[in-house]
């Protein structure tokens, strides 16, 4: 029983010592949201590829549209889901009354096919500053390869590009933005500007060989209230050739794909705290304050 209290004597002596006299302490910085909700805005059902639909439908026994509804309706979950760690959210589609406002939100945009950005692949984070410099580290964006045609003794010569394209979008109607932003107290709206699922063709012996993997593509455009395109790109996650259940799509790959975009989110490298060096704390005085 001495031993007991002895051993409590001595941590809250140690304790107390330390909190007047311990060492420097240096807070991380931390993040912060840079807007106060967000608005999920559906892929349109034109704005979806798939070169193996015929597959997707024999396994699923689904008609066309029926899966195009089934994966409009599940990437602005899956969205939610994942948005949520950082904002508060808010989707069009799962409003009863809101397909005047969905059209609202697509009447004020056009399309626009860019070259997709390129990100290093970078090691995971070692620790939480690790984790949160590599958010706001800008990704380089890949040098385009895009040359016009010309002409050539009186012939028309045309270049191939062959880097990969993403649909983008041009705000045309800001007024249509900002009607939604007062309505939905919305201030940043995530457009999922295309879906795709194709066979990834960029080996071709493993095209031959059959070990080839199919790519699920999000393509997005990330617009404030302004009008002004704040972030845009396209997520990609491979899976198996193999696989032709929309259900195991959606729950396997499709998260990935959402979580990936969450991690596109705006956000600033502000820290929380003014003073961010302090001493060590006595956690029992703030208990007892």
Same mark, same amino acid.
């Given at each position: =029983? #001495? &031993?007991? %209290?002895?051993?409590?004597?001595?941590?809250?002596?140690?304790?107390?010592?330390? &909190? *007047?006299?311990?060492?420097?302490?240096?807070?991380?910085?931390?993040?912060?949201?840079?807007?106060?909700?967000? =608005?999920?805005?559906?892929?349109?059902?034109?704005?979806?590829?798939?070169?193996?639909? +015929?597959?997707?439908?024999?396994? &699923? #026994?689904?008609?066309?549209?029926?899966?195009?509804?089934?994966? #409009?309706?599940? +990437?602005? $979950?899956?969205? *939610?889901? %994942?948005?949520?760690?950082?904002?508060?959210?808010?989707?069009? $589609?799962?409003?009863?009354?809101?397909?005047?406002?969905?059209?609202?939100?697509?009447? !004020? @945009?056009?399309?626009?096919?860019?070259? !997709?950005?390129?990100?290093?692949?970078?090691?995971?984070?070692?620790?939480? @500053?690790?984790?949160?410099?590599?958010?706001?580290?800008?990704?380089? %964006?890949?040098?385009?390869?895009?040359?016009?045609?010309?002409?050539?003794?009186?012939?028309?010569?045309?270049?191939?590009?062959?880097?990969?394209?993403?649909?983008?979008?041009?705000?045309?109607?800001?007024? /249509?933005?900002?009607?939604?932003?007062?309505?939905? /107290?919305?201030?940043?709206?995530?457009?999922? +500007?295309?879906?795709?699922?194709? /066979?990834? =063709?960029?080996?071709?012996?493993?095209?031959?060989?059959?070990?080839?993997? #199919?790519?699920?593509? $999000?393509?997005?455009?990330?617009?404030?209230?302004?009008?002004?395109?704040?972030?845009?790109?396209?997520? &990609?996650?491979?899976?198996?050739?193999?696989? /032709?259940?929309?259900?195991?799509?959606? +729950? $396997?790959?499709?998260?990935?794909? !959402?979580?990936?975009?969450?991690?596109?989110?705006?956000?600033?490298?502000?820290?929380?705290?003014?003073?961010?060096?302090?001493?060590?704390?006595?956690?029992?005085?703030?208990?007892?304050?």
């Amino acid at each position: =029983m #001495r &031993s007991i %209290q002895f051993f409590i004597f001595s941590f809250l002596f140690l304790s107390r010592v330390f &909190s *007047q006299n311990g060492p420097d302490v240096v807070l991380p910085d931390t993040i912060k949201p840079l807007y106060k909700k967000v =608005m999920i805005i559906p892929f349109e059902k034109n704005m979806y590829l798939c070169p193996v639909q +015929t597959h997707l439908a024999q396994e &699923s #026994r689904k008609t066309h549209n029926e899966i195009v509804q089934f994966f #409009r309706e599940s +990437t602005v $979950l899956e969205l *939610q889901n %994942q948005f949520l760690y950082r904002y508060n959210t808010v989707s069009l $589609l799962h409003f009863n009354d809101s397909s005047k406002d969905l059209y609202k939100a697509y009447d !004020a @945009i056009s399309y626009k096919f860019e070259i !997709a950005p390129v990100e290093k692949e970078e090691e995971p984070p070692k620790n939480a @500053i690790d984790k949160a410099k590599k958010i706001f580290k800008k990704k380089e %964006q890949k040098s385009s390869k895009f040359q016009r045609g010309s002409t050539n003794d009186g012939q028309i010569v045309s270049l191939k590009n062959t880097d990969q394209k993403f649909a983008s979008v041009v705000v045309k109607k800001k007024e /249509n933005l900002s009607y939604l932003s007062k309505k939905y /107290n919305t201030d940043l709206f995530v457009y999922v +500007t295309e879906f795709d699922i194709e /066979n990834d =063709m960029s080996d071709p012996s493993a095209f031959v060989s059959g070990d080839y993997k #199919r790519l699920l593509k $999000l393509h997005f455009s990330m617009v404030n209230a302004k009008g002004e395109v704040v972030e845009k790109g396209i997520v &990609s996650i491979p899976f198996p050739n193999n696989q /032709n259940n929309i259900y195991k799509i959606r +729950t $396997l790959y499709l998260p990935l794909a !959402a979580k990936k975009m969450m991690e596109k989110l705006p956000y600033t490298p502000q820290p929380m705290v003014q003073d961010k060096k302090g001493k060590a704390v006595n956690a029992l005085d703030k208990v007892k304050r």
